[in-house]
């Protein structure tokens, strides 16, 4: 299945990757090549394979859990990644609904 990454998401992962940039520039490159080899490849292989999200009423939306992040994301046509959070961030269930930041043509940088 082909797995589409929303604006908001890419924004949350520069967002990421500038703060762990700070201390490690090839850190920060690095983390995100494997983020997204590891998002992408799992969920175009297995959408459903993570669970169902936990502490917000997020609708059909699901998770992913990637070292000490969560990878939000909804299952339709296409995998679509809703969000990026530390695993200890509080999601708002604002971020896991469709809306004028997502785009089904965003993909990743």
Do not use: C, N
């Amino acid at each position: 299945m082909r797995v589409v990454w929303s604006p908001r998401a890419i924004d949350r992962v520069v967002e990421i990757a500038a703060y762990i940039a700070k201390d490690s520039p090839a850190a920060a490159r690095d983390w995100v090549e494997r983020l997204f080899a590891h998002v992408d490849t799992q969920l175009a292989a297995f959408p459903l394979s993570g669970k169902p999200a936990r502490d917000v009423d997020a609708g059909d939306a699901r998770e992913l859990v990637f070292e000490s992040y969560r990878v939000f994301y909804d299952v339709r046509d296409t995998v679509q990644i809703l969000t990026v959070r530390r695993g200890s961030e509080l999601i708002d269930a604002d971020e896991l609904r469709s809306g004028p930041k997502q785009s089904p043509t965003a993909h990743r940088p």
